[in-house]
């Protein structure tokens, strides 16, 4: 693998072409394209093999890519090829969805840990873990080597509970909390908020 900085908006297309693979490969098919994929995911073909370009050649011009090697190869570059443990902080209802959600399994991620700090939640089960203290969360943490992190928790807390997970070796972190979170360089930090992809909708409305 070359070993150029990639741009982030490249990976960040990544887990689609892995998603578009899976989906064929699930439809019994051996063999696509990236016209095929392209038509699939809303972009065009040439993007496509420009940022798998990056990584080096993973088809014959003519031939297409074989599904199963290209699906193993961009496992592997996402690091996905192994089942990530995960933290979860926060069990409002946020907590709760992403605790039932179904999609983690086989995708390279488990929920391993959850944590609250509402003592009458603390002890209850979630799915099948025992929801814990956020004071145990730095020694749990540290224990299990978890360097993924989900924050589902209120956005007054989501600084302090951040600052105890990267002490605590998290590089990782899954942000649903609406606010912008300060983290030392060599942590990541994504964010989701449906009312800011929402507003960012309603720009185009009416047009």
Known sequence: ?????????????????????????????????SKELGERLGM????????????????????????????TKLGKILRVDRVWDVALVGMGDIGHAVVRYQGFAGRGFRIALIFDSD??????????????AVDRMAAEVKARRVQVAMLCLPGQ??????????????????????????????????????VIELQRMSYYLHK
């Open 1 to 33: 693998m070359p070993n150029f900085q990639v741009p982030d908006v490249v990976i960040s297309r990544l887990p689609l072409y892995l998603r578009a693979l899976t989906a064929l490969a699930g439809a019994g098919q051996k063999v696509t394209s």
């Open 119 to 132: 003592p009458k939640k603390v002890g209850q089960i979630a799915g099948d873990l025992t929801i814990l």
């Open 44 to 71: 065009s073909a040439a993007q496509i093999r420009k940022d798998l370009s990056h990584f080096g050649e993973f088809g014959k011009q003519g031939m297409g890519y074989q599904i199963t090697f290209l699906r």
């Open 157 to 194: 807390h989501a600084q302090s509970v951040t600052n105890i997970l990267v002490q605590a070796g998290v590089r990782s972190i899954l942000n649903y909390a609406p606010v912008n979170l300060s983290v030392p360089a060599a942590v990541r930090v994504q964010y989701i908020d449906p």
